[in-house]
């Protein structure tokens, strides 16, 4: 089955810093991957997805790109703000009605 | 913006009880899924169900667990003789067919087992 993992667990940064976070996953079958956040006793809260078909996607200060022959994918945060600060999880997906593997999650905290 | 709800929020049981978590997927999504996150660690698919039927589950959804559409509108887990390792946030979702596979999660029931 489909195995995702992230790094890295945690990451500090400054205010206004730009933050990464990896994936990888290991089925070629993948072929949706979203990212979530997840504040302290919160629901995962989708804030970018990317699909196979694609290898870049921006949402204003966020950004995913994917790496479909190495089976990796990015999360790129560009200017962080301390409401950035969260649990980051990555996942892959096989389509409707299929497990969405998640990564092991990366602690973002950023001072300012 | 429409939501998944659960109920309830929280859930205390005494081990060896069984518990029903109760979830009311979006109105025109199909596919309906539970996880859990045991505290501080990664989410965990348990089950997904399309069509009355269950279509996938891991290898955490043993004969403990159970899942039901009793009516139009509501979806099930129940969890039989509970156990202490099941203390954990179980997460509903739902999904739309041939839309961007996207999940809605529910705000989830905080199950503790004593």
């Known amino acids: 089955g489909e195995n995702v993992e992230q790094h890295p667990s945690t990451l500090s940064v400054q205010e206004g810093d730009s933050a990464v976070i990896k994936c990888t996953y290991s089925d070629s079958a993948s072929n949706y991957f979203p990212w979530y956040k997840q504040e302290l006793g919160k629901r995962p809260q989708l804030i970018i997805d990317?699909?196979?078909?694609?290898g870049e996607k921006k949402d204003q200060r966020i950004a995913v790109t994917l790496n479909k022959t190495a089976k990796h994918f990015s999360l790129h945060i560009t200017e962080t703000q301390p409401e950035d600060s969260a649990v980051y999880f990555c996942?892959?997906?096989?389509?409707?009605?299929?497990?969405?593997?998640f990564g092991k999650g990366t602690t973002l905290s950023v001072s300012s | 913006e429409p939501e998944v709800t659960q109920t309830p929020s929280h859930q205390v049981t005494q081990m060896g009880q069984e518990v029903i978590l109760r979830c009311v997927p979006i109105?025109?999504?199909?596919?309906f899924y539970w996880y859990r996150q045991i505290l501080g660690q990664k989410v965990e698919f348990l089950v997904s169900?399309?069509?009355?039927?269950?279509?996938?589950k891991s290898e955490i959804f043993d004969d403990q667990f159970s899942v039901e559409r009793p009516d139009g509108s509501n979806f099930t887990l129940k969890i039989r003789s509970t156990k202490l390792e099941d203390s954990a946030m179980y997460f509903c979702?739902?999904?739309?067919?041939?839309?961007?596979?996207?999940?809605?999660f529910g705000s989830g029931t905080r199950l503790t087992v004593v």
């Open positions: 109105s025109n999504h199909l596919y």
């Open positions: 979702a739902s999904s739309a067919l041939g839309t961007a596979y996207g999940y809605t």
């Open positions: 996942a892959a997906h096989q389509g409707a009605g299929t497990a969405l593997i």
């Open positions: 169900f399309y069509n009355n039927e269950i279509s996938e």
């Open positions: 990317i699909r196979s078909n694609v």
